[in-house]
Nanobody, 118 residues
């Protein structure tokens, strides 16, 4: 099983980016999917999570600015990021709880860098 993120890059403050994360490989089912981020010198933190039924939760720091969604047919989760701030600069990681034929395991992508700077 692999998770591959895309969509990171350099954006000015106030701008927008859309991240995608596609899961591939031996996948029987996927429960929760989510995005986490890690800024330089800081611990990895939750950004947003979404259940199979599309219930969502967000960190207070991104509430109202970021939107998480998923396409279950494509095994893909998205993160629409609007009104970006310098403090959103981080490596963003995708996470998913995947049943690969046995039990559910937690998988991580390698991350995509988001830099918010003028």
């Amino acid at each position: 099983v692999q998770l591959v993120e895309s969509g990171g890059g350099l954006v000015q403050p106030g701008g927008s980016l859309r991240l995608s994360c596609a899961a591939s490989g031996r996948i029987f089912s996927i429960n929760d999917m989510g995005w986490y981020r890690q800024a330089p010198g800081k611990e990895r933190e939750l950004v947003a999570r979404i259940t199979y039924g599309s219930r969502t939760n967000y960190s207070d720091s991104v509430m109202g600015r970021f939107t998480i969604s998923r396409d279950n047919a494509k095994n893909t989760v998205y993160l629409q990021m609007n009104s970006l701030k310098r403090e959103d600069t981080a490596v963003y990681y995708c996470n998913a709880e995947i049943n690969d034929g046995g039990t559910f395991e937690s998988y991580w992508g390698k991350g995509t860098l988001v830099t918010v700077s003028s």
